[in-house]
């Protein structure tokens, strides 16, 4: 595949484009993000490199760290994992408690918020300094020590984080919440802190394009069998409830996050991440979207 | 792929399986099967055969021709069907009214019963003679004169049918069903009466592995386009409220029916039928979904 | 208490009124209706009778006939009529059927619309000639056999009642419907195409004021113990998802119908019908609901 | 009406009641009280007082105390207290956040958990000591100086109410809680954890029989509004999801807690405290409801 002569088509296609997103401005520090930010990587399994724009900027991750916290409790926890969270779409906004009420507290798949809290309770129980353990993961997977938690980012979040506070207290009432509830959200803001650029996101998930295994240095993250469930779960769940427009328009397990990145996966082929900061009325990236629209309908090379 | 080798270890490892599934009985026809039927049928996008059991013998097909009726109706309706029925996972049961009153009558898919009303509604308004016109399109598609409706189970299916009457007029009171409610019903019950065999399955479905092309007569079903979202479709809510387990566990597009049957699309691989009446809690065949997932972790061959 | 001096202060009242109200026009022959029409009648216990306006004329009754199916179906088929239908406001709107799905088809009320359909099935069971016998009972309770239902309006609402065809195939695929849903729905249309005046309510109701007992005949239309028992009902659950609002403005039992009418009950004391097209957001009377707070704050003669 | 003999039926009628309830164990404060104990008082508005059993102990009057902290807020707040929470009967369970979500962070009515809550909230905001200033409220109402908090069951309830931190911040997540979210639910549970006995809680519910007035200190609690108002509120939403079955058996404006006490009122007439601390599947006491809906069946006076 020419990924070279497709990005400069995807530039020139984006010219024309009338980006009708709006920048999440919940708190202050994502509010004041620059909205025409715009940067694109992709890396193949066998290493090639090819990026546009803002792609080595860091930026605010947020729910993208999500897929990586399942990653290691999967890893830690196994099967087991699996008695506390469900894989199966919401069909509901990203914070919604009501079906939390009517499933006792089950969270439907750990890419929601209460399901990501879960996740954060299990790592908190399993790691030794969870902070610290989870930035080393990311660090490591990514062959990069320059990857940290954003703590203004993390702090403001606190400040104004009451539904998350709702949800794990929630889910404490039902017994699935096994830590202090203050240290379990603690993590989750820190976890939604991480700051990275798009180069650094397409390199730490190369790994779940390659069935577990990180193509450079050959370690495996997770198992061939893990690997593959963690992209099924993100087709089904990465895009809240918007999940089945983003399978049908782009075809690849994808995980977004409020920050406006998107990271995709092509098993066997290549991870990409995408960055633009305006989102649309459901909470992913407008201008992200798009691009991976144009890309796997260009290159017709979708999982489907 | 050696995938005969790969049938003799299933037919080995089903040995050893405690069915725990239990016949679909709200209608006599369905309730009579011999619960111990079993059949396999994979057809190769280069048109190898490989089946197992009773894969030539014909059972009702139910929901699985949803799909169907979906490919048709696409073809005809183009992007414009997606006004009236959504792309998303349920995130409920089959049969659930409670999604559609929260969202005024658009169901979320065209496979839980209110959307495959819908499309059965857009095809009466499309066809020249509807239940004809339609089962000529299978018998082209699958180059097979052989199919048919079957009238007993469609006329059992009328008698009980309360719930999807309670649909249907939901849905009319909302203003998204055209036609008469009784002409819209007695389309979907023939539909979903259809009989077909494990081998006509798999080859009437091989298009959906091919890019939307017959391989055996070249012809163009749907584009390709439209061939990678039907596929995306199923992927997300082809098994109702367990389609994330089925893409966790099986990680291909499939459709479910009430009758036992299962069909699955590896894209640009093969297609593949499966056949065991005893249904899981959710509804689907229990051995069949356990064949599924033997094959593709045994093959380590999911999309993901 | 001077009812005659009350009722010139309320129609003094009136004068400055700014009614926000909206004629229900969802079938025709209740859009045409003249919005400014406006009458009350109160009959006390001791058979004194208070008008104002057009007092006199006719109009559809709907809903409002709801208690007197109750009524009779309580009669006929004693407590176990609490079998089908609950006593437990909805907390919805009138015709959801969300309700309905969570409690497996039993109606939370003899009110909202699937609580009366099921009400309508018992008195197509009970009663030998259904449609007659009803109107022969409502005559028979008021005392004028000039009371009838009228075709025009059963006839428009069967043509556009697909919510209500929703409901009772819903209901009949739970097993709480027992008769034929056509039958069902078409003696349900006509229960609400029942035309009164304000006075004929007013006299047709003054059972419910005095313990059951008609003061005119003494005859005893429904026990102590029943006639406390629809108060009880009518007061919970009388005006849909705007019972506490009526409950904390007015603070009688009553019962709103689309047509614009409303009856209330002072046990002991009157009973009293209000009539003025023009509905509020909830689709109850505006004006009627204006007055009946003015009649009881200015009297400081609540129920409470 | 002689009570004295009334209460001499109904202590020979509860000799033969088998009593199915089960007495709250969610916290061990509760779970450890005699399950057998059992009182009732009767104080009439020209102050005639009638009782049974164990009616001068005291019990955790637990949600009962959410009529008094309404009485004073809406004493304070005046009708912009309903901008805040509606008067609607719930529909649901207590302590359901399902309805919250869909309204958005209003709660239904000032009696489930979640309204209770916004009424703390406007407390802690009106005033200066809001635990002293309250507690002091109801000792002047009830001429009582011997009332009290318990600081063993605020402490408790503190420890294992994770739910209530769910509302609470849920509702703050909406805007719908000014204060901190901390000094709200302390205030909740210190509210929850006042101890009264029946013959207290009757002398100090009377306002509430005789217009917002003390029959005994001729002092206005409340206006006369405002009083028919809280009884309309109690006899609509006093019983969670089980207030029409409680209006429908019982007929009087009521409200319950889960330490086994009912609080009942016949405006005009009397208030009436029963406390027997086995409750039924809705939480409310089992032999309490009996008590009382034999008391009104046999003297066929409700207010209905």
Known sequence: MNYKKLFSEIAAELESLDDKGKVASYIPELGNVDPNKFGIHLTTVDNKNYSLGDSNEKFSIQSIAK?????????????KLWDRVGVEPSGTAFNSLVQLEYEKGIPRNPFINSGALVICDILVSRLENPKQDFIEFIRNISGNPNIDYCLKISESEKRTGFRNAALVNFMKAYGNIKNNVDIVLDFYFNLCSIEMSCKELAQAFLFLASNGVH????????????????????????????????????????????GGGIIAIHPGKYSIAVWSPKLNKKGNSYKGMKVLEFLTSRTQSSIF
């Open 215 to 258: 193509p450079a240095t050959h370690a495996e993250v997770v198992s061939v069998s893990k690997s593959k469930r963690i992209n099924a779960i993100m087709q089904l769940c990465g895009f809240y409830d918007e999940a089945g427009e983003f399978s049908f328009k782009v075809g690849l397990p994808g995980k977004s996050g409020v």
């Open 67 to 79: 897929v990586l916290s399942l990653a290691l409790a999967f890893k830690l926890d196994d099967e």
